[in-house]
């Protein structure tokens, strides 16, 4: 028989100034919660204090998702004795390219209640700003490292989005950004549209569309800071 636990998916900073972007009722979740589960507990801790100074933080229970090969035994554990769990990403929803969907998908399973909370998500603020086609779209995640096999894949992604008018989405490491950057600009037609997006809910965030053979004509240097791409081929 299934537990009477809860399970809350907490979003969290995109980034350390995006404070505005966190709906209050995400502290109300967190005073229901006994236990978390989190990527990072060191920065889940620093988030919690940030946008709930009275927190005390060894009032929880914390496990960190990535520690040990039986998270997933404990978490049931946990659900059975009807405990309420929050699961804590390093940025933006849990779930969402993020290792927390392994537990809601236990959650699932044993038939717990999941309540997914709103909050900043960078595959969704990018899309929405980009002016590209959001009723078709996919993320794909990073993008091979080995150089040949990341313009192949770009290739790809480009004809599939010629083909079918589908907005392809997909991420980088930052230090690597600028390198994806220059693969981009010399590998894409020069009429599909790439969008940028930078530091989203940031002081310094920005939001960019254009053709690649517009961006080949700026200056672009994202060296180092958390960025999303976006690229739509031309019809």
């Known amino acids: ?105 236990i959650a699932q399973e044993m038939e717990v209640p999941v309540k997914p909370l709103v909050g900043p998500n960078s595959i969704l603020l990018a899309l929405m700003a980009s002016g590209m086609n959001g009723q078709q779209f996919q993320f794909v995640g990073y993008l091979p490292i080995d150089n040949l096999q990341k313009i192949k894949t770009i290739k790809e992604l480009e004809a599939e989005s010629h083909k079918k008018n589908c907005t392809q989405i997909f991420i980088e490491t930052p230090y690597r950004n600028n390198q994806l950057f220059e693969t981009l600009a010399t590998h894409c037609k020069p009429s599909t549209r790439l969008c940028i997006a930078v530091d989203l809910t940031g002081s310094a965030e920005w939001i960019k569309t254009r053709t690649v053979a517009e961006w080949k004509k700026e200056r672009t240097d994202i060296h180092k800071r958390p960025a999303i791409f976006l690229l739509l081929a031309a019809h």
């Open 1 to 105: 028989m299934a537990g009477k636990g809860m399970v809350y998916l907490v979003p969290s900073l995109l980034d350390e100034s995006g404070t505005d972007a966190i709906p209050p009722y995400i502290i109300e979740a967190i005073k229901q919660c006994n236990i978390l589960f989190v990527e990072n507990e060191r920065t889940a801790r620093r988030y919690l204090k940030k946008i709930w100074k009275e927190i005390v933080i060894d009032d929880y229970e914390w496990f960190v998702m990535s520690d040990s090969s039986n998270v997933s035994d404990t978490f049931r554990q946990k659900l059975k004795e009807g405990k309420t769990i929050g699961i804590i990403s390093e940025a933006g929803c849990p779930g969402v390219a993020d290792p927390g969907q392994a537990l809601v998908a």
